[in-house]
C-alpha cells in the first residue's frame, strides 16, 4: 500500500508532479521508511543522525521495478520507542530523512558493476589521472538538441565542446569551432575524439523516451532532426572495442525518466542509466521520474554539474544539494504550487518533485 500511495502522489496530474504539500509529504516518507527499512539498517542510520558529526553511511540500493520512483532520499528514519529525532516546522514534527544520514547510490546488476568496475581501471591508463582536488572539465554538453525546451540551453561554465539543435546552432554562431549539430554522428565523433579524457564530464540536458518492461533497451535519448541514440546502442559499447558512443567518466543525464530502474526485463535493469554505465561512464546523475522544464531544473542541472566536475565523491555532492533543498522545503507551510494546479514559481521554494528525482548511479569513488 505504501508504493501504491506513492506512485498515486508521484505521477498524479499530467505533469507526473507530487501532488501533495508537506503534511502529506512527510505521511508518505513515514510510511516508506516503515515500509523499507529494516530495524536494523533502521537503527544505523538513526544512531548517526543522533551523533552530529558522524559520517553519512555510504548505502547503495538495487532497487525493483516497482520501486523504480521511490524518493530514497526522502525516506523518514524513525526507530520505535527511541528518542524523537528530527526538525520542528511549521506544519509538525518532520523526521530524520535517509539523505540526512546516508550517501545513497542505486546499483544495476551485481554482474554489470563487476564488469564496470574492472573496465573503470582500464579506461584510466591513457590518461593522467585527475587529482582529488583537480576539477573535471565539461568536455561535452548536448543540450536541447529538439529546440523545444525553454529551460535547457544554458552553456555550463567551462564547457570546452556543444552539440545542440538548428537553434542553438545559429544562436551559438560565433563559437562554431566548439559547436556543432546534435546529431548521432556528431556525437560518437565527439566522444571518440575525447577518449583520452576518460575522468571528465558528459552533460546532456533534453528529452529522453523510457523503455518498456519487454524492451528496456529502446529507451533512447532524443537528439536533433529525430535522431536517437538508445539504450541498445549504448550496450553494443563493449568493454574491449568502444563501438560509437564511448561515454565519458562521469555523465549527467537531465532528462525524464533517465535512470531506467523502471525498464526491466528478465531481472535485469537495462534502460539508458545501466546502459551508459555499460558504455564507459563510472558515474551518473540521472532521474527517476519526469522532470520539468523550469528554471528550477535549469539551476539544478548547473549546480549537479559543478558537483560532478569539482567534486572527488559525486555521491557526497548530490547529497549536500539535496539537503540544502529539504531544509528549504521544511521551511514551508503551504501545499505545493504543482498540487494546487499552479505554474511553479522560478523563485519559490522547491517541493520535492523537483529535486528529489536525482540519483547517483555507479562505481564508489572518493
Known amino acids: 500500500r505504501a508504493l501504491e500511495s506513492l506512485q498515486a502522489a508521484l505521477v498524479a496530474r499530467s505533469c507526473g508532479a507530487l501532488a501533495c504539500g508537506p503534511v502529506e509529504e512527510r505521511a508518505l516518507a513515514r510510511q516508506l521508511g516503515d515500509t523499507l527499512l529494516p530495524e536494523p539498517l533502521r537503527k544505523e542510520l538513526a544512531d548517526r543522525i543522533a551523533r552530529p558529526g558522524s559520517p553519512p553511511l555510504r548505502l547503495v540500493i538495487a532497487p525493483a521495478p516497482i520501486l523504480a520512483q521511490v524518493p530514497f532520499s526522502l525516506v523518514a528514519v524513525e526507530r520505535t520507542g527511541a528518542r524523537q529525532l ?38 584510466v591508463t591513457s590518461a593522467a589521472p585527475v587529482g582529488q582536488d583537480e576539477p573535471r572539465p565539461i568536455a561535452l554538453a548536448v543540450l536541447n538538441p529538439t529546440d523545444d525546451l525553454r529551460f535547457a540551453g544554458e552553456v555550463p561554465p567551462g564547457s570546452l565542446r556543444l552539440l545542440v539543435g538548428p537553434d542553438g546552432l545559429r544562436r ?54 529525430g535522431e536517437e541514440v538508445s539504450a541498445r546502442d549504448l550496450l553494443a559499447t563493449s568493454p574491449d572495442d568502444p563501438g ?22 528478465g531481472g535485469e535493469w537495462l534502460g539508458l542509466g545501466p546502459a551508459a554505465l555499460w558504455a564507459g561512464a563510472n558515474v551518473i546523475v540521472a ?65 520535492p518533485y523537483l529535486w528529489a528525482p536525482y540519483v547517483i548511479l555507479g562505481v564508489q569513488t572518493g
Open 172 to 225: 551559438h554562431a560565433a563559437g562554431a569551432d566548439a559547436i556543432a549539430l546534435a546529431t548521432r554522428g556528431e556525437l560518437s565523433r565527439s566522444l571518440r575524439e575525447l577518449r583520452s579524457r576518460p575522468s571528465s564530464l558528459l552533460v546532456f540536458c533534453g528529452h529522453a523516451r523510457p523503455g518498456t518492461a519487454g524492451a528496456p533497451a529502446d529507451a533512447a535519448l532524443i537528439l536533433a532532426g
Open 86 to 123: 528530527g526538525v520542528e516546522t511549521r506544519t509538525g514534527w518532520d523526521p530524520p530523512r535517509l539523505v540526512e544520514a546516508a550517501e545513497v547510490r542505486l546499483s544495476p546488476s551485481a554482474g554489470l558493476m563487476s564488469v564496470v568496475a574492472r573496465r573503470s581501471s582500464r579506461l
Open 287 to 351: 532521474t527517476a521520474w519526469p522532470i520539468l522544464d523550469h528554471p528550477i531544473t535549469s539551476v539544478l542541472d548547473r549546480t549537479i554539474a559543478r558537483s560532478l566536475v569539482s567534486d572527488a565523491n559525486p555521491a557526497a555532492g548530490l547529497r549536500q544539494v539535496q539537503l540544502a533543498y529539504l531544509k528549504q522545503w521544511r521551511g514551508t507551510s503551504r501545499r505545493s504550487a504543482l498540487a494546487r494546479g499552479e505554474p511553479v514559481p522560478a523563485n519559490g521554494y522547491l517541493c
Open 244 to 265: 560509437a558512443f564511448p561515454l565519458l567518466g562521469r555523465v549527467l543525464l537531465s532528462a525524464c525518466d533517465s535512470a531506467g530502474a523502471a525498464d526491466a526485463a
